[in-house]
């Protein structure tokens, strides 16, 4: 495991460990306990060890934002096709060729 940095929310602060590939640990550092893992790929998804989802979630995203970890956004292939260009009507309102 190798320590990726601290984060501070609401006063406490946690210790983030990256436990494998795109996967974290958070510990809080007063009492040295565990409080869950988290992932960041292909999305950010939290599991927490006994404490509320949105806190781990909060933690993760602050994580996130302070630059603690190494992380690629993935790009979604587009499922709609591309937009045709729009009919060059003329003062009249009517389309035709130009």
Known sequence: MQCKGMVQLSGTT???MEIGSDSYEV????DDVRIGRFKVVPR?????????RELLHQIALTALKEAK?????TVRPRTTSVP??????????????S
């Not at 510990?27 to 007063?30: A, H, K, M, N, S």
């Not at 970890?69 to 956004?73: A, D, F, T």
């Open 14 to 16: 946690y210790r983030i």
């Open 27 to 30: 510990v809080r550092i007063l």
């Open 44 to 52: 950010l998804q939290v599991l927490p060890d006994g404490v509320p």
């Open 69 to 73: 970890l190494s992380w690629i956004p």
């Open 84 to 97: 045709e260009p729009p009919i060059r009507r003329d003062s009249q309102g009517l389309g035709g060729s």
